[in-house]
């Protein structure tokens, strides 16, 4: 059976709480918390009367911006080896269909890898990331992952990585994708690049993408449910490699997406070429949005390693990943599992946070995926304002959710 995805399970439990007049501080649901930029729903409302079907790959014009898109960040692209679907998650299923074989994820990762690799019958190959940066196998660890399991008969042929990463909030540095490109070539592995949070990365200058080092056998995907906070329009988009295997496993996908979703919502192909081709506008949201979250998270960051976890300094997105193993905020809580720790914050304080054995950690390091978005504002107007403001943790809801934050995490009392 395959279950309802830990993270829509989480976002129902808390509005059923809050239906019950609890307050709840929802650390859980990763979202971008921001409104739509005002000009792509003019764009919107222009379309609205389009109706027909689309063309299954997305029209010219939309490949051609996202192709100039792929271009500008150093990976040469054509529109012909670009495709369109309504969310990268449909891509990312149907590319792992299509690359036969099993997957080889990063411990802790994204759930829906792990979920979507089990519907196809394949076996995941779990390496700890490094400690540099998660959504990333250890390249330290990643020869010998392969070869044990190769030796247990299965049989890795795509490597999947994140970068900005979910759930840690961490971007991969140039040495690590570089290792990880020079396994991949001597042991012909695909990679999928999930690139989702690409435009979210606090550097922007130093990212690194794999389609950069080793494009013949990279496959990326991208979309606008996180720089452009459109989750709900589901807009997604890939790159396939410029070479025969490339075009093969794209016709492949195609035709899975012939067969189940037909293509892209046909209103929205206008918003997501504006998107794509980046006119001012646009670049400013995205840079103003990407300060924002690094801002909040940054504080984030702060009082969970006050109150003793282990945390990775965020440098993208808008998630942190503390483990509270052996800490004195879970001793003091009287907790030795995640799931009993994202339990006890959420019914005895309202936080609603995922435990990391959500996404493959191991329960026992008691990770929590933490959503940094989700306290910019109660209404479109506040969320605006927030991210205009020169210091954002100056705006009343930020300051407020900080506050019941840090007095949760700095002043639980012995539950023993
Ligand atoms: C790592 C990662 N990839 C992909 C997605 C899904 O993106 P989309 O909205 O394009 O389906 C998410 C959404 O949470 C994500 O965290």
């Known amino acids: 059976m395959v279950a309802k995805s830990a993270t829509l399970v989480m976002n129902e439990m808390m509005q059923h709480a809050v239906a019950q007049g609890r307050s709840v501080i929802n650390l859980g649901f990763g979202e971008a918390g921001l409104p739509v930029m005002p000009e792509l729903r003019k764009i919107l409302s222009a379309d609205s009367a389009r109706n027909a079907y689309p063309a299954v790959q997305g029209s010219y014009a939309v490949r051609n911006a996202l192709s100039g898109y792929f271009t500008r960040r150093g990976i040469p692209a054509d529109a012909d080896h670009c495709l369109m679907a309504p969310g990268s998650k449909a891509l990312l299923f149907a590319l792992l269909q299509a690359l036969k074989g099993d997957v080889v994820l990063s411990r802790p990762s994204w759930v829906t890898y792990a979920a979507q690799s089990h519907m196809l019958n394949k076996h995941c190959v779990w390496v700890d990331a490094p400690e540099s940066a998660g959504g990333v196998p250890d390249p330290k660890l990643l020869v010998s992952a392969l070869d044990s399991a190769r030796r ?10 994140t970068s900005p990463d979910n759930p840690s909030g ?4 140039r040495t690590v994708i570089e290792q990880l490109v ?10 999928i690049s999930d690139e ?7 550097d922007q200058v ?6 950069q080092l080793a494009p013949e056998r990279t ?7 996180k720089s ?17 295997w490339g075009d093969a496993v794209m016709q492949e996908v195609i035709g899975t997406a012939s067969e189940i979703w037909s293509g892209m919502p046909i209103f929205l192909e206008p918003v997501a070429e504006y998107c794509f081709s980046e006119p001012s506008d646009v670049l400013q949201w995205v840079n103003e949005s990407r300060q924002l979250h690094q801002r909040v998270s940054n504080e984030i960051h702060h009082i969970m390693v006050d109150a003793g976890a282990s945390c990775r300094k965020p440098s993208g997105a808008f998630y942190i990943y503390p483990t509270f193993h052996d800490s004195e905020f879970a001793h003091r809580l009287g907790v030795s599992e995640d799931e009993s720790l994202s339990h006890e914050l959420f019914e005895r304080f309202g936080i609603a946070v995922l435990p990391g054995s959500a996404f493959g950690d191991l329960p026992q390091r008691m990770g929590l995926r933490v959503v940094t978005s989700m306290m910019y504002g109660t209404d479109d107007e506040s969320r605006m304002e927030t991210m205009r403001m020169a210091d954002p943790l100056q705006a009343p809801s930020v300051k407020d959710g900080l506050e019941r934050v840090h007095e949760v995490f700095a002043g639980v009392p012995s539950n023993r």
Not at 170 to 173: F, N, S
Not at 182 to 191: C, G, P, T, Y
């Open 206 to 211: 130093n990212f690194v993408s794999p389609a």
């Open 219 to 225: 496959f990326v995907t991208t979309g606008l449910s």
């Open 228 to 244: 452009m906070a459109l989750g709900g329009w589901r807009i997604g988009a890939a790159l396939f490699p410029q070479n025969a």
């Open 196 to 202: 989702i949070y690409r435009d979210l990365a606090y």
């Open 152 to 161: 247990a008969g299965q049989n890795p042929t795509t490597l999947l990585l």
């Open 182 to 191: 020079h396994i991949a070539k001597e042991q012909n592995l695909a990679i």
């Open 170 to 173: 961490t971007v991969a540095g």
